[in-house]
């Protein structure tokens, strides 16, 4: 090896080192274990509740009830007094909430079958790159669309007060 091959042979694997060390290089493997956990307020896209699986932020509370329904809580500030605020309204042993990758929060039977859905999925809603479902401590819960960009924004595609908001469709007609 010449003196010029093993500089730059050196070079390149002290500038990897350095970038690993940053946390700026990474194999797929480190990068998926680096990858920090969602917090517990918050369900991205391709998460799941299943039975008797929740989400919390403050005195809120999202609930996959065994009973199959998912449903929104609040409580007082001791804790007491669960009161409901929203629920989606199913029925069945064993469905499960899914925010699935095109945006669109979907209550599922075992079958696979949709019980209930936010309809902000592509074909009803146009949205960024990436959604999440998201608890806020005063009871809110909303489905964001947001952008991957520096400074990045949120837009509101559904609450559990208000429904669908724009630049989504029309709500179903009841």
């Not at 605020?85 to 029925?91: A, F, I, L, P």
């Not at 949709?114 to 902000?120: G, H």
Request: proline share 6%.
């Amino acid at each position: 090896m010449s003196p010029r091959t093993n500089r730059s042979l050196v070079t390149r694997t002290a500038v990897a080192t350095l970038l690993a060390a940053a946390g700026l290089l990474a194999t797929h493997a480190t990068a998926r274990a680096a990858t920090p956990a969602a917090p517990s307020d918050t369900l991205v896209n391709g998460g799941t509740l299943a039975s008797g699986a929740a989400l919390s932020s403050g005195n809120t509370r999202l609930v996959m009830q065994q009973d199959g329904d998912l449903a929104l809580y609040t409580t007082g500030a001791n804790g007491t007094d669960p009161q409901l605020r929203w629920h989606s309204g199913t029925t069945g042993s064993g469905n499960k909430a899914e925010l699935r990758t095109d945006g669109n929060l979907v209550v599922t039977a075992p079958n696979g079958g949709a019980l209930w859905q936010s309809r902000t999925g592509n074909a009803d809603c146009l949205h960024m790159p990436w959604t999440k479902l998201a608890l806020r401590s005063d009871g809110g819960m909303y489905i964001l669309s947001g952008t991957d960009s520096e400074a990045p924004y949120l837009v509101p595609l559904w609450s559990a007060t208000y429904g669908l908001q724009f630049p989504c469709g029309a709500p179903a007609a009841r």
